[in-house]
């Protein structure tokens, strides 16, 4: 059994900032206090680099979700965000994110293994597993985060210490994928 891994989108996968820099004058004066409450700004944003690289290979070594929050005072955004990981992770059943995304408020309500979030807001700060912290010195890129995470995809599961399952090493070719793509 795979281990579970969720991944936030919000400068995790998304670049945020990427989106706000589109907005017109009119619309950062209408809303310059909630940016991410702009209708349509979620559907402007671009990838972080290396992140569509790092969320497909890391699909092969977890059971991956996308596990993000939408503004509450933002209805485009819930579907925008849906169309966002449809247009850089596929729409249909072989896109490695097929379904597996998970809007919430209450993110420590999920159960797994890893969560990678920028942020501890919306309950990443009480999530069961291991939080990994993006964007911060010690993972500060897709590449790092990548790495660290498929080091540890094929130890025994957290859940049930009895599991005995083969120590793999590193999978060269998955690193690369991450490390060609980071340039």
Do not use: C
Request: cysteine-free; hydrophobic content about 40%.
């Amino acid at each position: 059994m795979k281990k579970i891994l969720y991944i936030d989108l919000d400068n995790t996968l998304v670049n945020v900032q990427s989106g706000i820099d589109r907005l017109t004058n009119a619309e950062y004066s209408r809303y310059e206090k909630r940016l991410d409450e702009v209708p349509g700004v979620f559907a402007r944003m671009e990838p972080i680099s290396g992140a569509i690289e790092a969320f497909r290979t890391l699909a092969k070594s977890f059971d991956t979700y996308i596990l993000s929050m939408a503004p509450w005072g933002n209805a485009s955004a819930w579907q925008h965000k849906l169309e966002w990981v449809q247009e850089h992770l596929g729409a249909d059943a072989t896109g490695p994110a097929y379904k597996r995304l998970i809007l919430s408020h209450h993110k420590h309500l999920n159960r797994g293994d890893f969560l990678v979030d920028d942020g501890m807001a919306v309950g990443a700060d009480r999530f069961e597993g291991e939080l990994i912290k993006f964007l911060t010195p010690k993972f500060a890129d897709w590449h790092t985060v990548t790495r660290y995470l498929l080091e540890r995809a094929e130890t025994p599961l957290r859940s049930d210490p009895r599991a005995k399952r083969e120590s793999r090493s590193l999978r060269s070719s998955d690193l690369q994928t991450v490390v060609s793509s980071a340039r």
